[in-house]
Structures are given as C-alpha cells and as structure tokens.
C-alpha cells in the first residue's frame, strides 16, 4: 500500500507549557479547525478531547500525553486542493509530577509548539519543558495565548521569552487590542489583516487595510523581523542591503531553515478560547517546523558489535522504531506507542525488541485520535502509532527488523524524589493491587513499586504527592482496588564525602567445608550525579576471576542499603585492590559477603551524609503578602534565589527541601487569603544540616 502522504507533508510535533497556559485548548481548536472533531471540547466544562482520562476532566489539567493525528490546508492555499499536510499532534502535560510524559515525548517530536499565557509569560515549568526541548534539539515556534485576558501583554510575555529562553525569538504577528478589545492579528511578513468571525471564530476575514494607529508600529517591526531574517542567508543580506525588497517567499524558506537549526524561534499570538489565532499558528507549524525528512537520520548502536549505525527517514530504509509510553486501555488492554524513524511496519509481520532480545509479532497496528482509533494495515516512516498486545516491550524500547537489529537511543528518567506505604483493604484486594500496580508501573516510568524488607510493606514512588495520589485513584476506579496509603515519605539519599580503605573478611571454620572471603576495597566520593562505579583493580590473582563478580554483587546490596539510615548510598566509587581466597573454603556466597561487610566500613570511615531532594519553588503572590509569604519560605529552610513584579503581583522564585513542602497549598492559601498560588520541579540532591539529618537518622533507629 503506497504512503498516502509525502513525508514531506507530515509533521510530528508537540504541544507544550505550563500548567494553565491554555495547551488544551490550544489542541482543542486544532482538532476543530482540522475537521477531527465538530464540537469544541472545553476543558472547564469537562468535554474535552485529548483529556479523556476522567482524572484529567475532573481537575482540568492534563496527565497523559495524548497522541492524535489530523489534517490541515494552509489558510493562504485553502483555494490550491490537495496540499493538505499530516500533522500527527502529541498533547502534554505541564504539571511538574507528570514532566517524564515531556521527556519522553519530546524524545520522539520533530518540532514543537511552546505555549505562553499572555498574562504571566514564562512560567516555572515552561523553563524546563524548554531544556528538555535543547536537549533533544527541538525545533519549536511559540503562541502566546490568553490575549483576550485581563492584564494580558503580548510584549510582557515576548520579552520574557527573550530574557529567560532564547534572545533569538522573532515577533511574527501584532496583536490588535488587548484584553476585551483583542480582535485580531497583523501578520508581519505578509502585510495581511486576519480577523476571526463566526461562533467558533472558523471564518477568516482577510484584508490588507492595516489600522491608521498600527501603520508605523507594523513599519518598525516589520523592518526589524526582516533584518534578523536575512542575517541567516548572504545573498538576500545582499540584496536588504542594496535597498531591494526581499520577496515573502524568500524571507519563508531563509526563516524555516533558521527555525529548523534552532537559531531563529516565531513567535505567534492569539486567544484560543476566543478562537483567534490558532489556524494562523497551525500555518507556522506547516512553514516552519520540520518534516521527518528534515530532521538528522536515527542514531544507534548495533547490538553485537556496538558500532555507530544511522537511519534514514525513508520507506526503503531498514525499519526501526522506538516504543515511547505504555497505555492501558480498557477496550484493548496494553497499547505501546511508537515512532517509527525509518522503513514500514505491517501487521501480521514479527519486529525484533533490541533491547530485550526477543521476537513479537504485530497483531494490530492502530492510528491514534486521541481516545478513539482505527486500524491500519501499515505504518510508515516519520509516523507515529500504537501497538496492540506487545507482551514483553516497555518505555525506552526499540523495535527493528529482525534481520536488521539496532539500538535507539534510550529515554534516561529521573529518579523518584518521595513515596509512600500501600496495603490493600481486603484479601481480594491483595492480588488485585499487585497486577494494577505492576500495570501501571509499565506505563509511567517515574513511577517505582517496591517492599520494605523489614516490614513487608509496599512502597509506591514517584515525583510528587499529586502523582501518587492519581496512581491510587485509577487502581480504584480502573482496576476496582480499595487500599490504605500511609503518609508521603521523602526518598532522602546518602553518600560520602571523604574516602577510605577497609577490608572485609568473611571467615567460618565448621567440621567439614568452611566459608572463606576476604577483600580490601577503597571507597571514595564519585563526582556529583555519576552514580555508583565498581573498578576491578586485582593483580596476579590474589582473588579469582569468578569471585570478583560476586563481590561486586555485595557491595551493590549495600548500597541500596545504605549505612545511615537504610537510604540507597549514590555517587560513590568503589575499587577491588586487593584479597586473598582459601583453595578449597572460597565461595561465590563468602566473597559477597566480605564485599558487603568492607563497603558498609568504609562508608562508614568517610564522612557519610544524608542528602534531601531539594525543590524549586515558584510562588505567585499579591504584594500585600509578600513580607509573610517570604518569612514563611526563611522558616522552611528554603533559599530565596529572585523576586520580580508581574501584573501588580510578586513572583518569588525559592529552592526549598521537598520535606518542609507538604501540606504547602493549604498553608499558602492561608497566608494569602486564597490569592497565593504556587508550583514546584525538582532540582538537585543536597546535604541535610546535621541536626535535621540526626533526627531523620533515630527516627528510622527507632522503626
């Protein structure tokens, strides 16, 4: 079956901000105006589209990255038929708990669409999604939504983009009016007047009066987009700088080249609620965002000789895909999201998973609209789509052609910073949570389930108290499982700031064979964020090879241990120098020992310290509570690093320990009368002050 769409003529993108900036309803009137739905779905009045999960509806915010395909026509080709382009459109959340649903989506994006609330410009989490879109070196354009609001400023919120994003951000379009008045756009490039009629905004009215009051205002900024276009191309800087007019269509293909290599970003503008501006920023999508042909070919490994491997976008190509998120579904069971980098995938054909070294066959191959579907006989390159019953694929997984393997590059996820005591009500409940925990385990994978061993308690983890407590709404709703939870804990962490020699030594003489073990290790501080490193340093066989293993495996024991107060030991080196083994005592079990008991004293003898998930913090007050909001903030051991004015109220910016953080909505809203609000993102791992850390060291003693 030939491919119904150029790859020229698809896009893969995303839709991203902060919480609150409007990117539902953003997606919302993209999938009006696209024709895939006939109603506008509203997220306040609970019927929105790409929200369909009913946690989602109920607190109007999105948790899921919902993945969808549509159809737009360019508004200035709507007269040329058959020019229409596949966008396929992945809508994300903004809620910091959730940012793993970013990650993993940016990983698969070609480009993105970053979106702005025209009142408070870059917010907390729009600076991260912004980094994540660097690290994946994302092409994006930016709508400044929300103009119709009170207080609303398109040049406020530009310059924030400027200051704190990217100082190559290009106005594209003048807003006419403000606020109430808002009604419509002046295009920068084209000269054009758009105006948006009808109930849903759907009729453009298109003119080239430019407003008497707008005229030099549009002269200035005009003459300023175009020398920051032309700067990008030797020939059209020519050509400006002779005083000869550089054709729309010239400054189009110099601008979209700039976007495609992240050195110029438009910014467009509207009101998505007010239906104005959103087909203008899906021509953007189509002009200045990248077909997958447009994007550098697929990088990977060869699973067996670890050689550099690429892919090309291409059908003819090998196929390759990467499974990006794992979906329960109630209709048919497990979906795996995938995007595929190169060659065609057909149902009934067997895909090779890379990283699990296993064959599974393609039963169903569907084409997502959000929270309905259709099957497809075949997938092509540049698309995304989901498979039905994968059995053994997870997040991060690539799939290839059997005969072809390769290694994608995998999506690296941030460690869980709190968790908390689970137990189920009843015996029936038991087996239950343990399949509904594991299934959901599957799908996020920020989210960790494990046991106390003491205790024989499940432990839930996650990014953050409003995660958690949607994992334990969906086990009661979607999998029918009433269980108690305990109170939030920190995930606090140890390591070590010194470094030391100590050896271990596992020795038990009984009648008949006995246990012999005995290593001597030194353990130092790793550098910040490397991790746990094991190095193997043993000479002429003072310990076999087969029992270096083994202490290696000990030494690992321990750390997730730990020596404080049972908290995983991160960042430390480890290195084997030396040993001795007993010819016929020596065992696999002895050495792992001796290599627990010489890790655990050498932690011990280099400055072991506690260290606290520290988070950043953003509280959005009205002045006349700022004195009490910041001595509050003092009172949690937190670090104010910068306040600035907004619209007549204050944006402290703080890094605060994630343990002072609980119940802090409920406090904030007390100080402020209900007018504070707040958001938070993890940050780093810091050490605890020594009395906070001693307290935190007998409570666990005491347990």
């Known amino acids: ?194 105006r948006f009629e009808g109930v849903k905004g759907e009729k453009i009215i298109e003119s080239s009066d430019i407003p008497e009051d707008y005229k030099e205002q549009y002269k200035e900024k005009r003459g300023k987009l ?58 953007g999508i189509i002009d200045y965002l990248p077909s997958p042909a447009d994007v550098l070919p697929a990088k ?86 989901a498979l039905v019953g994968m059995k053994d694929t997870t997040t991060g997984d690539t799939l290839a052609d059997p005969e072809n393997p390769i290694i994608l590059e995998k999506i690296i996820f941030p460690e869980p910073v709190i968790s908390m005591r689970i137990e189920p009500k009843t015996k029936v409940d038991q087996e239950k949570m343990g399949i509904a925990l594991r ?51 920190v995930a606090y962490r140890e390591t070590i700031q010194g470094s030391a020699e100590a050896e271990g030594k596992y020795i038990r003489q009984s009648g008949g064979r006995g246990q012999y073990g005995h290593c001597w290790l030194k353990v130092e501080a790793n550098e910040k964020g490397a991790g746990f490193e094991f190095i193997d340093a043993i000479k002429g066989g003072v310990i076999p090879r087969e029992y270096i293993p083994a202490v290696e495996k000990g030494v690992k024991e321990a750390v997730e241990r730990g020596v404080l107060a049972g908290y995983p030991i991160v960042d430390v080196k480890v290195t084997l120098f030396d040993g001795s083994f007993h010819e016929v005592d020596s065992s696999e079990a002895a050495f792992k020992i001796a290599g627990s008991i010489a890790f655990q004293d050498g932690v011990k003898q280099s400055k072991p310290v506690l260290l606290e998930p520290i988070m950043k913090v953003q509280v959005i007050t009205p002045a006349d509570f700022m004195g009490d909001v910041t001595g509050d903030i003092s009172s949690k051991r937190g670090r104010i690093e910068s306040m600035d004015d907004r619209m007549g109220v204050k944006v402290i910016e703080a890094l605060i320990p994630l343990s002072e953080m609980f119940g802090y909505a409920t406090k904030l809203r007390s100080i402020t009368q209900g007018r504070g609000s707040f958001s938070m993102e993890f940050s780093n791992y810091e050490p605890m002050p020594n009395n906070v850390a001693q307290g935190i060291i007998e409570g666990k003693a005491q347990k």
């Not at 790409?50 to 360019?74: K, L, N, S, V, Y």
Request: with cysteine; aromatic share 8%; hydrophobic share 40%.
């Open 300 to 385: 990977g490994t060869d699973p067996d000789s670890g050689a550099e491997i690429t892919r090309l976008a291409t059908d003819d190509e090998k196929f390759s895909a990467l499974a990006f998120k794992i979906a329960a579904d109630p209709f048919v069971g497990s979906l795996t999201f995938f995007r595929v980098y190169s060659g065609v995938l057909r149902t009934g054909s067997y895909v090779f998973n890379t990283n699990k070294g296993i064959k599974e066959r393609v039963g169903r191959i569907l084409r997502m609209h959000a929270n309905h579907r259709e099957d497809v006989e075949e997938i092509h390159a540049g698309d995304l789509g």
């Open 226 to 283: 175009i020398e920051r276009i032309v700067e990008h191309d030797d020939t059209a800087m020519g050509s400006y700088l002779e005083g000869e007019e550089v054709s729309v269509a010239d400054l189009k293909r110099i601008l979209r080249k700039a976007t495609l290599e992240i050195k110029l970003i438009p910014v467009f503008t509207g009101s998505a609620l007010k239906n104005k501006g959103v087909q203008l920023m899906l021509d």
């Open 439 to 489: 299934r959901l385990a599957e799908e996020d994978p920020t989210f960790r389930v494990g046991g106390d061993a003491e205790t024989g308690e499940t432990i839930i983890s996650g990014m953050g108290e409003l995660q958690l407590e949607i994992i334990v709404d969906r086990m009661k709703r979607e999998f029918k499982v009433e269980a108690n939870v305990g109170r939030p804990q």
């Open 1 to 194: 079956m030939a491919r119904e769409y150029p790859i020229e003529r698809v896009r893969d993108i995303g839709i991203v901000a902060h919480i609150d900036a409007g990117k539902t309803t953003v997606s919302e009137r993209i999938l009006f105006y696209t024709g895939v739905s006939h109603k506008i779905g509203e997220v306040h009045e609970g019927d929105t589209v790409m929200d369909w999960m009913e946690q989602e509806r109920e607190r109007g915010i999105t948790i899921t990255a919902a993945a969808t395909t549509c159809f737009w026509t360019p508004t200035y080709a709507k007269d040329n038929k058959g020019q229409d382009y596949r966008i396929n459109l992945i809508d994300t959340p903004g809620h910091i708990d959730f940012t793993v649903e970013v990650k993993r989506s940016m990983r698969v994006l070609d480009g993105a669409c970053v979106v702005f609330d025209g009142v408070a410009g870059v917010e907390a989490q729009s600076e991260t999604n912004w980094r994540y879109a660097d690290e994946y070196m994302v092409p994006r354009i930016c709508f400044i939504n929300k103009l119709d609001r009170t207080g609303a400023s398109f040049d406020n919120s530009f310059k924030s983009i400027l200051d704190k994003l990217n100082p190559n951000a290009i106005q594209m379009q003048i807003p006419i009016g403000m606020e109430g008045n808002f009604e419509g756009l002046i295009d920068l490039l084209s000269g054009k007047v758009y």
